[in-house]
């Protein structure tokens, strides 16, 4: 609450629970003028704020050196300003890794259309998509075997075929081959450089390939287009 001295009006901030709940005496630190204090309360519309200093006879609570209005606003003040610029700063250092995060997946963005191709709608929708790896080439009638060759290794072949869907010349990509387990971890990959030649509207090539199984924990190969 706030108290005003009657003498100097100096203006005064005192918590209400520290004059208790009879009150108690009081003292301005301006011009020493001493009064008994009571906690506001209304009763029948009328505010009460202060008692006569008769009063104070009957209490025998010691007298409460006032703390200054304008001090303890000032104190009060200084502890906030702190809270403010760290909440400023913290709020300017997660707009600038943002636009870091931002930055990157624009320059990288193909690289990132490539590793995860769900992401093409998006960079589509934003008109970063740009040319992808093998836009237009789609993989048909793949299949994956297990075999042993005369040394008695264990050989996973893969076969299939890419085929232009487009009306025109696709360049041929190169192709990234991944084994994963049962969870989708990779645990092995291979990848085969783009021969450079195009490939003719509506034709197909054949796919094929070859590798060692790493282990028995293989259950998936992933197969993709990649830029080199």
């Known amino acids: ?18 004059l208790g709940a009879a009150g108690r005496r ?10 008994f204090q ?23 609570a010691a007298t409460y050196e006032l703390p200054v209005l304008s001090e303890a ?20 250092a997660a707009i600038f890794i943002g636009m870091m995060i931002f930055a990157g997946l624009i320059v990288a963005r193909t690289s990132v259309m490539t590793q995860w191709p769900d992401s093409v709608a998006l960079y589509d929708a934003m008109g970063l998509a740009g040319p992808v790896p093998g836009a237009g080439l789609v993989f048909e009638n793949m299949s994956a075997t ?25 360049k041929v990509p190169g192709l990234r081959f991944s084994l994963r387990t049962s969870d989708g971890q990779e645990i092995e990959s291979w990848s085969y450089d783009s021969p450079g030649a195009d490939m003719q509207p509506t034709t197909t090539i054949p796919l094929t390939a070859s590798y060692p199984v790493i282990g028995a924990d293989v259950t998936e190969l992933s197969v993709r287009f990649t830029e080199k």
Request: hydrophobic share 35%; glycine share 6%; charged share 25%.
């Open 146 to 170: 297990t075999s042993f060759n005369a040394e008695g290794v264990e050989i996973l072949r893969v076969n299939g075929e890419v085929v232009n869907i487009r009306t025109h010349p696709v």
């Open 73 to 92: 606003v000032h104190q009060e003040s200084r502890v906030a300003e702190p809270f403010s610029r760290v909440k400023v700063s913290c709020f300017m």
């Open 1 to 18: 609450m706030i108290l005003t001295c009657e003498e100097c009006h100096t203006r005064y901030l005192l918590p209400t629970h520290m």
């Open 38 to 60: 009571v906690p506001r309360r209304e009763e029948d519309g009328v505010v009460q704020s202060q008692a006569p200093i008769e009063d104070s006879v009957k209490d025998g």
């Open 26 to 35: 009081v003292k301005c630190t301006i011009c020493g003028h001493e009064w």
